[in-house]
């Protein structure tokens, strides 16, 4: 995961290099390519939040598996989309949607973790998830 995740950045820091003289539509202005950025960073820092989760109670590694499925749909769906930028091509529709439905699994699984004993690490996951949904939506209004 940290490697795939390492190349969406190298992706994204070569996008934003060459931005300026290509099509600045689909590039997004600067406010649009740091939120992109954020998500990125917020990517790599929610995985290691949920690998910090205690998964010793059964019922949470398994809300933990799911929490990661989630993650690993949003970065999937993220380099679709950088790939497509990087090459000029229309940014895959559906990839949004992925982004959205990928944040949304991860939410809803850390949401059905009971165990007490695990309470710090999942808020810590929480509120890092929370953070990528907030720059997804920012992406979503300055990426015109
Ligand atoms: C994710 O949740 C938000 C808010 O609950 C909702 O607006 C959005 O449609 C959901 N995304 C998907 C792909 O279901």
């Given at each position: 995961m940290a490697r795939i995740l390492s190349v969406f950045l190298a992706l994204f820091l070569a996008f934003a290099a060459v931005a300026a003289p290509v099509e600045t539509r689909q590039l997004g202005n600067l406010q649009c390519n740091i939120d992109r950025f954020k998500i990125v960073t917020g990517l790599v820092e929610t995985g290691s939040a949920l690998k910090k989760i205690d998964t010793t109670n059964p019922d949470t590694a398994t809300a933990v598996a799911a929490a990661q499925t989630g993650l690993t749909t949003v970065g999937d769906a993220i380099k679709d989309i950088a790939l497509a930028l990087v090459t000029g091509k229309?940014?895959?529709?559906?990839a949004r949607t992925q982004v959205s439905q990928g944040l949304n699994d991860t939410r809803s699984a850390l949401e059905g973790i009971t165990d007490a004993t695990v309470t710090a690490s999942v808020a810590s996951a929480q509120t890092l998830v929370q953070g990528l949904i907030d720059d997804g939506n920012g992406v979503i209004a300055d990426c015109k």
């Open positions: 229309a940014a895959p529709t559906d």
